[in-house]
């Protein structure tokens, strides 16, 4: 059963820096896929940054492109996110999500199969 835990979340002022990281087990190999997405209050959930195992390249919203960045630690299957120059709009429960399909890159939601349970990040103004 793959599991995927996430942890460094919490509350912070604007302009601040956070990193999430995310403990992932129960697999054989690495996902193909993995990635971090959010979701604010009243809001879909979207996709905030992803990383390719295969190519070892990394995708990100607009919104963040120049202040997260996504890293994957392979030694201890962990997935991180470092955010710096945090806005309050970037409040949202934040969820780790991996794929171990060989497939073409994709932001939908239905096209990972496993999910942590969330973690929340609050910026204030």
């Known amino acids: 059963q793959v599991q995927l835990v996430e942890s460094g979340g919490g509350s912070v002022q604007a302009g601040g820096s956070l990193k999430l990281s995310c403990a992932a087990s129960?697999?054989?190999?690495?996902?193909?896929?993995m990635g971090w997405f959010r979701q604010a209050p009243g809001k879909e959930r979207e996709g905030v940054a992803i990383f390719s195992r295969s190519s070892f390249r990394t995708y990100y919203v607009h919104s963040v492109k120049g202040r997260f960045t996504i890293a994957r630690e392979k030694t201890n299957n962990t997935l991180y996110l470092q955010m710096n120059s945090l806005k309050p709009e970037d409040t949202a429960m934040y969820y780790c999500?991996?794929?171990?399909?060989?497939?073409?890159?994709?932001?939908?939601?239905?096209?990972?199969?496993?999910w942590g349970q969330g973690i929340q990040v609050t910026v204030s103004a």
């Open positions: 999500a991996a794929d171990l399909r060989f497939r073409d890159m994709s932001w939908a939601r239905e096209d990972f199969s496993y």
């Open positions: 129960g697999y054989t190999g690495s996902p193909y896929w």
